[in-house]
């Protein structure tokens, strides 16, 4: 079972601040991503990491950025948070499997974030 | 682009009864077909994960098939119990430039004592 963590779980944050979101796992997986999900809504990739200093945008458009110094960790940044930036942020993990399109995701417990 | 649905997007049962989860995608040229489980204030859990050239995966009292052609997938939940409430989601693995997951919306199952 991986080990995949969110700090802050819950971040109630006023506009105009900068907030980095922390996400780190023990599993040493190469691959890392970031999902956007509001209530009711399906999740949407917004960044994905295939390994260190590799970063790439997903499908739905974020100002936010990521990093990817070090294998275990990949913090999501806002440099200017506003409300419509209000949401759930999940992260996930997964290895390289050794078996084609075997790979399974593993998920943070998500951070919610509320901009005022 | 793929397109992920599930119907209805709640449901709720008798505890024992057994119980079918919907999910259908647009591009049927799909790597795998992957059920995860999320509880409220949660991330996911992975249940299930079904390759493209499978029909079916089973683990416990779940099973999930997979008809590519038709673009379906079902997750089969029998025996239900009260832990089993929570809202359950398809992802389709497609390649579009990268390969990445499509999720549906999920359907929030409620087990009632």
């Known amino acids: 079972e991986a080990d995949i963590y969110q700090t802050p779980r819950y971040l109630v944050i006023g506009t105009g601040k900068k907030i980095t979101l922390e996400c780190s796992q023990t599993m040493g997986h190469d691959k890392m991503y970031w999902y956007q999900q509001d209530p009711g809504m399906e999740l949407h990739l917004i960044h994905y990491?295939?390994?260190?200093?590799?970063?790439e945008k997903g499908d739905l458009s974020s100002e936010s950025t990521v990093s990817r110094i070090r294998t275990e960790h990949f913090p999501l940044t806002l440099e200017s948070a506003r409300p419509s930036h209000t949401s759930q942020y999940l992260c996930?993990?997964?290895?390289?499997?050794?078996?084609?399109?075997?790979?399974?995701?593993?998920f943070g417990p998500g951070t919610r974030l509320l901009v005022l | 682009k793929q397109e992920v649905t599930q119907i209805p997007a709640a449901l709720s049962v008798p505890e024992g009864e057994n119980l079918v989860l919907n999910c259908s995608f647009t591009?049927?040229?799909?790597?795998?077909l992957q059920w995860f489980r999320q509880d409220p204030g949660k991330g996911l859990t992975s249940l299930l994960l079904i390759q493209s050239s499978q029909r079916e995966q089973t683990s416990g009292r779940l099973n999930a098939s997979l008809d590519k052609s038709s673009g379906r997938s079902t997750l089969y939940i029998a025996a239900s119990q009260p832990g089993d409430s929570a809202t359950y989601l398809c992802?389709?693995?497609?390649?579009?430039?990268?390969?990445?997951?499509?999720f549906g919306t999920g359907t929030r199952l409620t087990i009632i004592p």
């Open positions: 992802a389709a693995l497609s390649n579009f430039g990268n390969e990445k997951l499509t």
């Open positions: 990491s295939y390994g260190v200093n590799s970063t």
């Open positions: 996930a993990s997964s290895e390289e499997s050794p078996w084609e399109y075997q790979e399974t995701q593993y």
């Open positions: 591009d049927s040229a799909i790597y795998n």
